[in-house]
């Protein structure tokens, strides 16, 4: 499966896979930090719950700075309708302020009202988000990325939401990916974190060939990039 972007392809089937949590026992929780809310598993699934106004969320132990992807299956519980959500590129948590620190917090049927996409965490100066009504009980394929300067969300194999990052020195060598939930409960399964393959498109719109200099031709093969010149 190929993800296409502005400028950028995200070739899944030659992504690497870094780590694989089924939730199928409890031993997968070893992994996480589970910073706020409820959590444990329930039947072969990691099952969050917050039940205040506020959010509940886990982190990967483990952080993995780069272009990173995450794949995983969610469904909101019945009654709740809402908030089913993930964080991407994240410090962690802030145990001074009991919040979630610097990071990308995406989801769905988010921000008060029927909403999917992201936020850049915590000034939510940044944000892209698009109108997706998710249904209580139904289970969502969602898959989620930070690719270089951009990020990305696909629900059941559909792209959602595409969003550039302004500023994306601010979140420099953060790479923790976690879970959550706000004021919600919900069901999560076969999470996966995948380094992703990238093919860089430069758009030559004149015609004619396009010249890299000597830097830009390193740079893009330190960042295993594939590059694409096309009219």
């Not at 190929?2 to 950028?8: A, D, E, P, Q, R």
């Not at 809310?37 to 719950?49: K, M």
């Not at 039940?51 to 886990?58: A, L, P």
Request: charged residues 25%.
């Amino acid at each position: 499966m190929t993800i296409f972007l502005l400028n950028k392809e995200v070739d899944l089937d030659k992504s690497e896979l870094l780590l694989s949590l089924p939730f199928a026992d409890a031993s997968d929780l070893e992994q996480l930090e589970l910073a706020s809310g409820s959590w444990g598993i329930e039947n072969g699934a990691l099952v969050g719950r917050f039940r205040g106004n506020g959010g509940g969320i886990c982190y990967t132990k483990e952080s993995f700075p780069g272009d990173i992807l995450i794949d995983f299956y969610g469904t909101m519980l019945s009654p709740c309708n809402n908030d089913l959500n993930f964080v991407l590129k994240a410090e962690g948590w802030d145990y001074e302020r009991n919040d979630a620190a610097r990071g990308f917090i995406g989801g769905l049927n988010g921000w008060y009202d029927k909403k999917a996409g992201f936020e850049k965490y915590p000034l939510c100066d940044t944000q892209a988000l698009v109108p997706f009504a998710a249904v209580s009980d139904r289970e969502y394929h969602i898959q989620a990325s930070y690719c270089k300067d951009t990020l990305f969300l696909a629900v059941d194999g559909q792209l959602l939401v595409e969003m550039r990052d302004p500023a994306p020195e601010e979140f420099a060598g953060f790479g923790r990916i976690g879970l959550g939930t706000y004021c919600s409960q919900i069901r999560f399964r076969d999470l996966k974190k995948y380094l992703d393959y990238v093919n860089g498109i430069v758009v030559n719109p004149f015609g004619f060939a396009l010249r890299l200099d000597g830097e830009k031709l390193d740079r893009i093969e330190k960042e295993n990039m594939k590059l694409k010149v096309v009219k």
